[in-house]
């Protein structure tokens, strides 16, 4: 895929890297040429400097013929008119916005973006963390509400691999093992006193 990335900040600099070693195509536009000093020194993709809502920069960066773009900057505003842009102006067909404002997050929706917010991703990280008896949790990932559900482990679990737990509904998301949280690979093993985090749709 031909994937744009505004900014280059920790996050984006990670997510830059990442997809690159998947092997998309990527460019990442920061209107600090500076802030490109965060990508890996083995990161293949291609770098633009230049102010990201210039509709010249977005052209130089391939939006004509983008995949996706994904707005990754500090600034709520900057996000948002950019994955406007993305969306209204070339017709990127996926466009992805981070804000860090949970109380913005309607404004985003409202024109039809996608979102990610970090704030409330973290917050309900910690809440899993701190109060295992708080069963349920939801927040949302783009446009799609997110539940987390807490389950205890089984006798019959102890010792086994993700991989081979079933569960009715969902996916195994993590793991809270005594008060830390680990994310899901499907050869841990579980342990006696184990948390599972389940992650599905809300219906």
């Not at 949970?102 to 409330?120: K, N």
């Not at 973290?122 to 446009?143: A, E, P, Y």
């Not at 994310?183 to 809300?202: P, Q």
């Amino acid at each position: 895929m031909q994937i744009i990335i505004i900014g280059s900040g920790k996050v984006g600099a990670k997510f830059a890297h990442t997809l690159s070693k998947d092997g998309h195509d990527i460019v990442v536009v920061s209107n600090d040429g500076k802030a490109f000093k965060n990508l890996a020194p083995d990161f293949n993709g291609v770098t633009l400097t230049g102010v990201p809502i210039d509709q010249d920069i977005l052209k130089y960066a391939g939006i004509e013929t983008a995949d996706a773009l994904v707005a990754v900057t500090e600034d709520d505003n900057t996000n948002i008119m950019v994955c406007q842009v993305a969306k209204e102006i070339f017709k990127v067909p996926k466009v992805i916005a981070r804000i860090y404002n949970p109380s913005r997050e309607h404004v985003f929706h409202q024109f039809g973006l996608e979102t990610i917010c970090p704030t409330d991703i973290t917050v309900n990280v910690m809440r899993s963390l701190v109060d295992v008896t708080n069963n349920i949790s939801t927040h949302t990932l783009g446009n799609t509400s997110i539940v987390y559900k807490h389950q205890k482990v089984t006798d019959r679990d102890i010792n086994r691999k993700i991989e081979h737990i079933k569960i009715k509904e969902g996916m195994i998301f993590g793991v809270i093992r005594t008060g830390s949280f680990i994310f899901a690979n499907k050869i841990t093993k579980i342990n006696e006193g184990d948390v599972l985090v389940i992650a599905d749709t809300a219906h």
